[in-house]
């Protein structure tokens, strides 16, 4: 089991940029798939990106791509999010999740695919 903490969350302006961290530990995050995800309030939890670690490869939600990207960097044990170009309907609480398992049969874009999660972060963007 991994535990995760998010932070960089906050409030901001539409247009206006953030960038969170998801930072682990009890486990390296090498090889573990790395997901974003967002939670609205009366909203069921939705995918935002995902980092896999085979292969290298990412994947966004259709409403965030081109303005958000997910990295990570081994060395610090962190996964981030860079979020630009905000709007009002990115308000959300963020959470990060993780699983150690990169089933190439998962896409891991909905929340049951993955073991561990943050306690979230929220994100306020304002007109």
């Known amino acids: 089991q991994v535990q995760l903490v998010e932070s960089g969350g906050g409030l901001v302006q539409a247009g206006g940029s953030l960038r969170l961290s998801c930072a682990a530990s009890?486990?390296?995050?090498?090889?573990?798939?790395m997901g974003w995800f967002r939670q609205a309030p009366g909203k069921e939890r939705e995918f935002v990106a995902v980092?896999?670690?085979?292969?290298?490869?990412?994947y966004y939600a259709d409403s965030v791509k081109g303005r958000f990207t997910i990295s990570r960097d081994n060395a610090k044990n962190t996964v981030y999010l860079q979020m630009n170009s905000l709007k009002l309907e990115d308000t959300a609480v963020y959470y990060c999740?993780?699983?150690?398992?990169?089933?190439?049969?998962?896409?891991?874009?909905?929340?049951?695919?993955?073991?561990?999660w943050g306690q979230g972060t929220q994100v306020t963007v304002s007109s």
């Open positions: 009890g486990r390296t995050l090498r090889m573990y798939v």
């Open positions: 999740a993780a699983d150690p398992i990169d089933s190439s049969g998962s896409s891991y874009q909905t929340p049951d695919e993955y073991d561990d």
């Open positions: 980092s896999r670690w085979s292969g290298g490869l990412t």
